[in-house]
């Protein structure tokens, strides 16, 4: 349908109206997942209806009535102008972000089962979507950044999938983190692979360029070092993340279905 006022499909007026005030999910993959994980979805269109719910068809038929009640199509120029650039999948739309209230709940609620990754001052946008997207998949509590960096920036959740629905995820101050025993990663801590990891724990990495900070190392019970070759300097953010939740869930966690 057209909006008589503009000259303009509903769905992109509805676009221009909402888009301030919600996260774009930038891809079919994005969308399938936050509507698996319960997000508020007010507006979701694609260029190319019929390909987008015979993607669901082969891979999300769980979720394949959500998509067909809420995919709306438009002209490709449409589609294209809503977005930074087209997605091979022709499909966007637009999340309603969770509440800091609720996120601060859901990392604060006790006793935890799962850990919560902590990114102390991430600099790279994709890096810390793809934490986001592996503390999805092992069933972490949630993701905090500290810092600058928005955990919610558009190209944080493409990098995410949109798996932030799957989990908690915010931004907080040092000072602000959750409660529970503080696992930092570090050259200098002591090798991963004698420590069991609990599921309370906050597992703290610091940033790519310059590691831990000032506030978050005095903040921190113990100090972890992951397996290394001599004279490799250091581990990929996404990679070293992986690699702690693997420990963890190898030592005694598991992947939690809610």
């Known amino acids: 349908m057209t909006d ?9 007026t509805a676009w221009h109206r909402l888009a301030a005030g919600c996260v774009l999910l930038d891809g079919f993959h994005a969308l399938k997942h936050a509507v698996r994980f319960g997000a508020v979805i007010p507006v979701a269109v694609t260029a190319d ?8 068809d082969e891979l999300a038929p769980d979720v ?8 709306t199509e438009v002209p490709q120029a449409a589609y294209a102008s809503l977005v930074p650039r087209p997605h091979p999948t022709a499909v966007a739309a637009l999340a309603v972000r ?7 709940e859901k990392l604060a609620h006790g006793p935890r089962t ?4 902590v990114l102390d001052n991430p600099r790279n946008l994709g890096n810390a979507g793809a934490v986001i997207r592996l503390a999805a998949g092992f069933g972490a509590t949630g993701v905090v950044t500290t810092g600058t960096l928005d955990p919610w920036h558009p190209t944080v959740v493409r990098g995410g999938a949109g798996l932030h629905f799957a989990t908690a995820v915010e931004r907080l101050a040092v000072g602000e983190l959750p409660s529970g025993p503080v ?7 002591e090798d991963i692979r004698g420590l069991e990891l609990p599921d309370e724990a906050l597992l703290a990495f610091g940033s790519e360029r ?4 000032a506030d978050l190392r005095a903040r921190a019970d113990h100090l972890v070092s992951l397996p290394m070759r001599p004279q ?9 993340v992986a690699m702690t939740l693997y420990h963890w869930s190898a030592t005694g966690g598991a992947p939690r279905v809610p």
Not at 49 to 54: D, E, F, G, P
Not at 64 to 71: F, H, M, T
Not at 98 to 104: E, G, H, I, V, W
Not at 232 to 240: G, I, K, P, Q, R
């Open 4 to 12: 008589p006022a503009v000259g303009l499909p509903e769905p992109v």
């Open 49 to 56: 209806r019929a390909a987008a719910l015979a993607l669901a």
């Open 64 to 71: 394949r009535g959500a998509l067909e009640a809420l995919l």
């Open 98 to 104: 969770p509440s800091r209230a609720d996120n601060l």
């Open 114 to 117: 799962a850990p919560v990754v």
């Open 183 to 189: 696992f930092a990663l570090d050259p200098e801590g």
């Open 210 to 213: 310059s590691g831990l900070s």
């Open 232 to 240: 490799v300097s250091s581990y990929n953010l996404a990679t070293s």
